[in-house]
């Protein structure tokens, strides 16, 4: 039975390992995974990961966002595939013949999570980059667009906002994974950041988020531990509902 920790992610993104490994050991009891993004792996480098494993036994996410050619994203795959670690990340926008050579040359069995669009997008960014009217106009279908590749592609889930988790879920199944970051609790004394597509903790659950990923409300908060403690309450009470 999935415990109220087992659905928190929670981001590293500190840019030293003194930093890293401070949070690690902070919040180990309240994390289910430690989610290893762009800023801490290249200022540090794989050795954080096996920091991490010394020190708690939380799985952890590599969330490099894979977007090249197919030939370099293929190859970096590889090379992540290496460290042993539950989650990984590819873009979709390469399409659905990048997804699929990742998905067949995984040899230690990484769980495959497709990026739809970044929960700082919004409409109008959508329009500056040349996207069709419909998707400008409801970015969940652009959302479900690459959703639908990611599956079809063999991947194991996708990140995407709360939003448009709901039919991610619906459609495509309780076991396509669905991973949501852009989670701001009521409380959060997060201003106004590059954050737009937004829900709150216990909204992403019951909307069917099997993660979600949550950051600077707890990193920024007075007392990180406590705010940690009030995500799962949250988490708890969506999920006893
Ligand atoms: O809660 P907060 O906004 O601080 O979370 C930031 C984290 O969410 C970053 O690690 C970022 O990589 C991650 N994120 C993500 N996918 C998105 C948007 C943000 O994994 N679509």
């Given amino acids: 039975m999935k415990k109220a920790k087992d659905y928190l992610i929670f981001p590293l993104d500190v840019p030293t390992y003194d930093d890293a490994i401070r949070y690690v050991e902070l919040l180990n009891k309240y994390v289910g995974i430690f ?10 480098g794989p050795k954080i990961l096996n920091a991490i494993k010394e020190r708690s036994d939380a799985g952890i996410f590599l969330d490099l966002k894979f977007h090249d050619i197919p030939a370099t994203v293929k ?71 690459k959703a639908r590749m990611a599956k079809e592609a063999g991947c ?60 600077r409300p707890i990193r920024c908060a007075e007392k990180p531990i406590e705010a940690a403690k009030r995500v799962l309450g949250e988490i708890e009470s969506a999920i006893s509902e």
């Fill in 35 to 44: 989610k290893v993004g762009l800023e801490l792996f290249v200022s540090v």
């Fill in 156 to 215: 194991s889930g996708v990140v995407c906002s709360g939003l448009e988790v709901e039919k991610v879920k619906t459609e495509l199944g309780k076991d396509f994974i669905a991973v949501t970051p852009g989670i701001r609790p009521r409380w959060s004394i997060v201003g106004k950041d590059d954050q737009k597509r937004i829900i709150t903790p216990d909204q992403a659950i019951k909307r069917g988020a099997d993660y979600i990923v949550v950051g």
């Fill in 75 to 145: 190859g970096a795959f590889l090379a992540a595939s290496a460290y042993g670690v539950t989650f990984t990340t590819v873009h979709c926008d390469e399409g659905k013949d990048l997804l699929r050579s990742v998905v067949d040359n995984n040899p230690s069995g990484i769980k495959i999570l497709a990026i739809t669009a970044l929960t700082s997008l919004a409409s109008k960014n959508l329009k500056e980059l040349g996207y069709q009217d419909k998707y400008i106009a409801d970015i969940t279908e652009l959302v479900m667009l």
